[in-house]
């Protein structure tokens, strides 16, 4: 179906579109519908546009990617429809190899997806290794890549479901979610949230490494030090109650 411009929600039906291209062409799972669902109501709560506090988070975010030693990009059937060609251009830009990390286990999935990412120009895409895992996760996505996950001291993580995010933190890793649900598990336990929706964080996020790779990393640490998740999360809470 063309959708004309003139529609007041062009944005979202085109972004919905996205998701369900997705599945056709295999690479989203069917129960990603229903997580974008759930995303389209929580944007719609924020107003749709991206806050002060998504922009902070996505500053610190930054940083974090920048300064961290092994950064990894994890990537889902969600966020391989709806941003696949930022996620390259992210992965060469920090640079940070991506990894298919996904929920619902299928080898021909995560193969799919490889493929969708290598055709957005990926050189390398990383698939989970049988062989390593990480600790006190039940899920499949417990079997991840000696050269990306496994091996991380910084994972960004888009689009996530609940069961993983406190597991890699408690397998040491630090990490960053973006998810447009504040109340969620893995909101609530990442090192840094951007309560926003990834097609809008994605792009934010690429201008602001583009800035801040100019400069020196050794200066702007504390932007780090000083960053409260917490109080983001307060905010966006405190956000949602004041638009409705
Ligand atoms: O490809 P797979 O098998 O790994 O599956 C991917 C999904 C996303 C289906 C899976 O991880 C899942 O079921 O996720 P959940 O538990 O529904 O959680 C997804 C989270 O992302 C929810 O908190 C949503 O509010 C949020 N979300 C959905 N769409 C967006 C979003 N956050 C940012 N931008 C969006 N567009």
């Given at each position: 179906m063309k959708i004309p411009k003139s529609h007041p929600r062009f944005e979202s039906l085109k972004t919905r579109d996205l998701i369900v291209n997705g599945i056709k062409k295999g690479i989203t799972s069917m129960h990603g519908l229903i997580a974008h669902g759930r995303g389209e109501a929580f944007d719609y709560l924020l107003g749709e546009k991206t806050s002060n506090f998504a922009?902070?988070?996505?500053?610190?975010?930054?940083?974090?990617?920048?300064?961290?030693?092994?950064?990894?990009?994890?990537?889902?059937?969600?966020?391989?429809?709806?941003?696949?060609?930022?996620?390259?251009?992210?992965?060469?830009?920090?640079?940070?190899?991506?990894?298919?990390?996904?929920f619902h286990p299928s080898k021909k999935r995560e193969l799919k997806i490889k493929k969708h990412l290598e055709k957005y120009g990926a050189k390398k895409v990383l698939l989970p290794n049988r062989k390593y895992k990480i600790k006190f996760l039940e899920s499949s996505r417990k079997y991840v890549n000696p050269e990306g996950i496994f091996n991380a001291?910084?994972?960004?993580?888009?689009?996530?479901?609940?069961?993983?995010?406190?597991v890699l933190i408690k397998n040491g890793k630090k990490v960053i979610s973006v998810d447009?649900?504040?109340?969620?598990?893995?909101?609530?336990?990442?090192?840094?949230?951007?309560?926003?929706?990834?097609?809008?964080?994605?792009?934010?996020?690429?201008?602001?490494?583009?800035?801040?790779?100019k400069l020196d990393k050794n200066e702007l640490r504390h932007i780090i030090k000083n960053y409260d998740n917490k109080k983001i999360l307060q905010k966006a809470v405190r956000h949602i109650r004041q638009l409705c």
């Amino acid at each position: 179906m063309k959708i004309p411009k003139s529609h007041p929600r062009f944005e979202s039906l085109k972004t919905r579109d996205l998701i369900v291209n997705g599945i056709k062409k295999g690479i989203t799972s069917m129960h990603g519908l229903i997580a974008h669902g759930r995303g389209e109501a929580f944007d719609y709560l924020l107003g749709e546009k991206t806050s002060n506090f998504a922009k902070k988070s996505t500053e610190a975010a930054s940083w974090l990617l920048l300064l961290a030693k092994n950064p990894v990009i994890s990537v889902n059937g969600n966020a391989a429809a709806l941003v696949p060609k930022e996620l390259v251009e992210l992965s060469k830009m920090i640079p940070a190899p991506l990894e298919v990390n996904i929920f619902h286990p299928s080898k021909k999935r995560e193969l799919k997806i490889k493929k969708h990412l290598e055709k957005y120009g990926a050189k390398k895409v990383l698939l989970p290794n049988r062989k390593y895992k990480i600790k006190f996760l039940e899920s499949s996505r417990k079997y991840v890549n000696p050269e990306g996950i496994f091996n991380a001291d910084v994972v960004l993580a888009p689009l996530e479901d609940g069961d993983r995010t406190e597991v890699l933190i408690k397998n040491g890793k630090k990490v960053i979610s973006v998810d447009i649900n504040p109340l969620s598990r893995t909101a609530q336990n990442a090192t840094i949230t951007i309560v926003d929706n990834i097609t809008r964080a994605m792009p934010l996020l690429i201008k602001n490494i583009n800035f801040l790779n100019k400069l020196d990393k050794n200066e702007l640490r504390h932007i780090i030090k000083n960053y409260d998740n917490k109080k983001i999360l307060q905010k966006a809470v405190r956000h949602i109650r004041q638009l409705c």
